[in-house]
């Protein structure tokens, strides 16, 4: 069966850089969420799109900034990347619009490490 | 508005159980609860919506008490498999589109 598929896997970037990450959800998932997840803590709640809309919004930092395209891959953009950013990025989709249980599929993550 | 997840750890011998709690100030449409390994994405486990209802399958199950925003994951007979860092997630209205993870509960099962 699909899953979430996000890319890249890893990456590495220096302080002040920029990074852009990205999401394809499982087929006919139309709600994605992007959660950041430092290392021992939580999935932090970012952002969230339904049907290329952002639907919810979270504890995003102003320099990042993320959309849902009309094939409902999404993307994440980091500017001004602070060491602080350093964490794995976790991207769920789920077929909210065919019910209301918001069943989370998780991707593998992105690692994203600013040195 | 994050839920409140206890203990923070626990470690057992294979074949004891676990009781990992959840609560929430917030009245809450739904709890999830989901477990993730080490440097693996987190995997749903079990949904409960409002209404009290309880779920399970295999020697996971788990109960929502809506009054009482809380929910509990139960864990019969413990296999290795089970180790890992388990969340609960809460929504807080039906198609919410933000679910908020407590901080976890790390559960570590010896041989």
């Known amino acids: 069966a699909a899953g979430v598929i996000q890319s890249p896997r890893h990456l590495i970037k220096e302080k002040r850089e920029t990074a852009t990450l990205k999401c394809y959800p499982i087929?006919?998932?139309?709600?994605v969420y992007w959660y950041q997840q430092g290392p021992g803590q939580d999935p932090q709640f970012l952002i969230s799109?339904?049907?290329?809309?952002?639907?919810d919004k979270g504890s995003i930092p102003d320099r990042f900034s993320a959309q849902q395209f009309s094939d409902y891959h999404s993307e994440l953009n980091m500017s001004s990347l602070e060491l602080g950013d350093s964490a794995l990025y976790f991207c769920?989709?789920?077929?909210?619009?065919?019910?209301?249980?918001?069943?989370?599929?998780f991707g593998a993550g992105s690692r994203l490490t600013v040195l | 508005q994050q839920p409140v997840q206890s203990p923070q750890a626990v470690i057992l011998r294979e074949g004891e159980d676990a009781v990992i709690n959840c609560s929430s100030s917030?009245?809450?449409?739904?709890v999830h609860w989901y477990r993730q390994k080490h440097g693996e994405a987190p995997v749903f486990l079990m949904i409960?919506?409002?209404?009290?209802e309880q779920k399970g399958h295999d020697k996971i199950s788990a109960s929502f008490n809506e009054k009482k925003q809380q929910s509990s994951l139960y864990l019969t007979a413990s296999q290795l498999s089970y180790s890992g860092t388990y969340f609960c997630?809460?929504?807080?209205?039906?198609?919410?589109?933000?679910?908020?993870f407590g901080k976890g509960t790390r559960l570590h099962i010896l041989p």
């Open positions: 087929p006919r998932h139309d709600t």
């Open positions: 917030k009245a809450l449409y739904s």
């Open positions: 799109f339904y049907e290329k809309m952002q639907s």
């Open positions: 769920a989709s789920t077929p909210r619009g065919e019910s209301g249980a918001n069943v989370l599929t």
């Open positions: 409960l919506l409002k209404g009290g």
């Open positions: 997630g809460t929504e807080i209205k039906n198609r919410d589109d933000k679910i908020i």
